[in-house]
């Protein structure tokens, strides 16, 4: 298939809007991604006329959205390549897989003087509930630490692991930099020592193939919002001996088998990580999100991505005292940038004047900030609805920007 950005761009209504009388850039991509018309449809189509609560209905809606949501999960399972349909759990979001796992494998696996690794360069979602964990059992936490570069040093990983080693948890691509960890080796590292593995796919999952069954990794997350799909929904992909073994995190309706005040009996897998009315039709926005992407193609995405990624780096890098934060060999379409000495928020609120939106801040990546011994970057995350005359407009703003601050 030729890569048509004419016709893709019509396939999402936002980016035809002006904002302050501009026409919108938006290169905020890594914190939320726009949704085509079709999601946006899909969405519309199960509230207008098929909206009632799966799996307790006999009657005609709700068997239909049942059936709906199940056929979102075989969707979600495909797009994954996981073994079996069971191994797909909808949370709330990558935040909700997290928290889950922390839970339930910190109770079903975790004891005092266990250790678990995490990354310098972990989004704070990757951080905070491994810490909360690691307080409730007396566990420890690890870092890997980064080069300057924005690569893991897998020299200190290999070193820090070892026999009290239970989890590595570690993002795919950081959302900060933009760097594509090498997570097979990882996996296959951690393995090795009898660690098992959890890969936040939040900033993966949307550029390119993930196979989890290629990669052997035992958990994998996501959100739906990050894929072009809907907010409020994600998944938690688990191998099924450890979903199996481990308690669930919420109690309450769906995820029972039978209840009463003497005992409680759970529900199968993955109802039993799911407790509660589940956001079905964002599960069902999601596949939808997914399917459209698979029309377009994985690869022709990757593709365009990288060469989006080339041109901006080329383009910004002539602007005299920028500075690029994250220079991986491996990378998505993210540059993390500061200019001089000008703080990112004055460069980002000039910006979004000229309706070009960009992130500026953390990217609740403190540790990270800390370890560049920075405030923060501003960063423009591109989508393959982005143009390169976009990324001309940003280097002319930043010129531009840059006078005016300077
Ligand atoms: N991990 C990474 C790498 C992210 O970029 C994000 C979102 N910025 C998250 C986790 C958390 O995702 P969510 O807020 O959708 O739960």
Same mark, same amino acid.
């Given at each position: 298939?030729?890569?048509?950005?004419?016709?893709? *761009?019509?396939?999402?209504?936002?980016?035809?809007?002006?904002?302050?009388?501009?026409?919108?850039? $938006?290169?905020?991509?890594?914190?939320?991604?726009?949704?085509?018309?079709?999601?946006?449809?899909?969405?519309?189509?199960? #509230?207008?006329?098929?909206n009632a609560s799966i799996h307790r209905g006999v009657h005609f809606l709700s068997e239909q959205m049942t059936e709906r949501y199940e056929h979102a999960r075989q969707t979600v399972q495909q797009y994954i390549n996981?073994? #079996?349909?069971?191994?797909?759990?909808?949370?709330?979001?990558?935040?909700?897989?997290?928290?889950? /796992?922390?839970?339930?494998?910190?109770?079903?696996?975790?004891?005092?003087?266990? !250790?678990?690794?995490?990354?310098?360069?972990?989004?704070?979602?990757?951080?905070?509930?491994?810490?909360?964990?690691?307080?409730?059992?007396?566990?420890?936490?690890?870092?890997?630490? /980064?080069?300057?570069? +924005?690569?893991?040093?897998?020299?200190? @990983?290999?070193?820090?692991?070892?026999?009290?080693?239970?989890?590595?948890?570690?993002?795919?691509?950081?959302?900060?930099?933009?760097?594509?960890?090498?997570?097979?080796?990882?996996?296959?590292?951690?393995?090795?020592?009898?660690?098992?593995?959890?890969?936040? +796919?939040?900033? %993966?999952?949307? &550029? +390119?193939?993930?196979?989890?069954?290629?990669?052997?990794?035992?958990? @994998?997350?996501?959100?739906?919002?990050?894929?072009?799909?809907?907010?409020?929904? =994600?998944?938690? $992909?688990?191998?099924?001996?450890?979903?199996?073994?481990?308690?669930?995190?919420? %109690?309450?309706?769906?995820?029972?088998? *039978?209840?009463?005040?003497?005992?409680?009996?759970?529900?199968?897998?993955?109802?039993?990580?799911?407790? =509660?009315?589940?956001? $079905?039709? +964002?599960?069902? %926005?999601?596949?939808?999100?997914? !399917?459209?992407?698979?029309?377009?193609?994985?690869?022709?995405?990757?593709?365009?991505?990288?060469?989006?990624?080339?041109?901006?780096?080329?383009?910004?890098?002539?602007?005299? %005292?920028?500075?690029?934060?994250?220079?991986? &060999?491996?990378?998505?379409?993210?540059?993390?940038?500061?200019?001089?000495?000008?703080?990112?928020?004055?460069?980002?609120?000039?910006?979004?004047?000229?309706?070009?939106?960009? *992130?500026?801040?953390? #990217?609740?990546?403190?540790?990270?900030?800390?370890?560049?011994?920075?405030?923060?970057?501003?960063?423009?995350?591109?989508?393959? @609805?982005?143009?390169?005359?976009?990324?001309?407009?940003? @280097?002319?703003?930043?010129?531009?920007?840059?006078?005016?601050?300077?």
């Amino acid at each position: 298939m030729t890569f048509d950005i004419t016709k893709i *761009r019509s396939d999402f209504p936002i980016l035809a809007q002006q904002v302050y009388g501009k026409p919108l850039i $938006y290169m905020d991509n890594g914190a939320t991604t726009q949704k085509p018309q079709i999601v946006i449809d899909t969405i519309n189509a199960l #509230h207008t006329e098929q909206n009632a609560s799966i799996h307790r209905g006999v009657h005609f809606l709700s068997e239909q959205m049942t059936e709906r949501y199940e056929h979102a999960r075989q969707t979600v399972q495909q797009y994954i390549n996981a073994e #079996h349909l069971y191994e797909i759990i909808f949370t709330s979001g990558t935040t909700g897989s997290v928290n889950a /796992i922390a839970f339930s494998f910190g109770e079903a696996y975790i004891k005092a003087g266990d !250790e678990v690794i995490v990354s310098e360069m972990e989004h704070h979602s990757n951080i905070v509930p491994w810490q909360m964990m690691c307080n409730r059992k007396n566990a420890k936490l690890l870092v890997i630490p /980064i080069t300057d570069d +924005g690569e893991l040093k897998m020299d200190e @990983y290999k070193k820090l692991l070892n026999s009290k080693t239970k989890l590595v948890a570690v993002g795919q691509v950081s959302n900060a930099l933009g760097t594509i960890n090498p997570i097979k080796e990882i996996i296959k590292l951690a393995h090795a020592t009898g660690a098992k593995v959890f890969i936040d +796919g939040a900033q %993966g999952i949307q &550029h +390119g193939k993930v196979d989890v069954r290629a990669l052997d990794c035992d958990f @994998y997350a996501f959100s739906g919002h990050k894929l072009y799909g809907p907010t409020g929904i =994600g998944m938690l $992909y688990g191998k099924e001996k450890l979903l199996f073994d481990m308690p669930p995190y919420q %109690g309450g309706g769906d995820m029972v088998e *039978r209840v009463s005040f003497s005992k409680t009996t759970y529900n199968t897998l993955p109802f039993k990580f799911e407790a =509660g009315t589940s956001n $079905y039709i +964002g599960a069902i %926005g999601m596949a939808t999100a997914i !399917e459209y992407l698979q029309n377009i193609g994985l690869e022709n995405i990757a593709d365009y991505e990288q060469q989006l990624l080339q041109y901006a780096t080329q383009k910004l890098k002539q602007i005299d %005292g920028l500075r690029i934060y994250g220079n991986a &060999h491996d990378k998505i379409s993210i540059v993390s940038f500061l200019i001089g000495n000008i703080h990112p928020y004055d460069l980002g609120m000039i910006l979004d004047k000229m309706g070009i939106a960009v *992130r500026t801040g953390t #990217h609740c990546a403190m540790p990270l900030m800390d370890r560049f011994e920075i405030e923060g970057t501003i960063r423009a995350s591109m989508a393959f @609805y982005n143009t390169f005359g976009e990324i001309d407009k940003l @280097y002319e703003g930043l010129v531009k920007a840059k006078m005016m601050l300077e």
